[in-house]
């Protein structure tokens, strides 16, 4: 993962999801929420939803800002804005998604929540603004040529060919999961909420204090 990579973390309205808790809060109380510091939460509207905002760290950096509906609904109308979300984030095009993750019509999310215990979630992958198409295959390169003999290269064959395409997905994928925004349903007592993660894997523990 290249240097220029760290620098694409995910950015909530704006702000690095990075740096100091107290600095973190500041540059929120800023943008006009309202800091709870007996309960240590902030208040406030986001995306025309009421929310509480809780900004989360590691070793003193700031890895996680989690929004939380204030307000709960019923099972319409979580699934409607559930879809609605998903929506929004497939039409902005700072993200990116693997997949289609809007709940059907016909889903009944409380059955199967309580019954199969089924977890509605879907997440969203920032995508780097210093990406360049040039520097990745670059670095695909070195990583293939590590790997591959020239003459393999030369003449490949389909099992060769198969890997060489699994590089680049793979490589693709762990630079964009470092940048993931994500969101789920939560229940309570039989009403509905949403709860978002804007993460930046980059300030998470990755075993080091093991």
């Not at 100091?20 to 939460?41: E, H, P, R, W």
């Amino acid at each position: 993962m290249t240097a220029t990579a760290q620098k694409d973390v995910t950015k909530f309205l704006g702000i690095p999801v990075d740096g100091s808790k107290t600095t973190m809060i500041q540059k929120l109380k800023a943008k006009g929420f309202v800091y709870n510091q007996k309960n240590d939460i902030l208040t406030g509207q986001f995306n025309d939803y009421d929310v509480i905002i809780s900004v989360v760290t590691n070793n003193n950096k700031v890895s996680r800002i989690v929004v939380a509906d204030k307000n709960e609904v019923d099972e319409s109308n979580i699934k409607i804005r559930f879809n609605k979300l998903c929506g929004q984030f497939e039409r902005n095009k700072k993200y990116v998604s693997m997949e289609d993750q809007r709940i059907p019509d016909d889903e009944d999310i409380s059955y199967r929540m309580i019954v199969d215990k089924k977890r509605y979630e879907a997440i969203f992958y920032k995508i780097p603004e210093t990406f360049d198409s040039l520097t990745m295959a670059k670095e695909v390169g070195d990583i293939v040529l590590s790997r591959f003999k020239k003459e393999e290269l030369d003449n490949p064959t389909e099992e060769i060919l198969n890997e060489l395409e699994e590089l680049k997905r793979d490589y693709s994928l762990n630079l964009l999961s470092k940048s993931p925004v994500w969101f789920l349903i939560d229940e309570v007592y039989g009403k509905y909420r949403i709860i978002m993660y804007y993460d930046n894997e980059y300030n998470k523990s990755d075993g080091e204090d093991l």
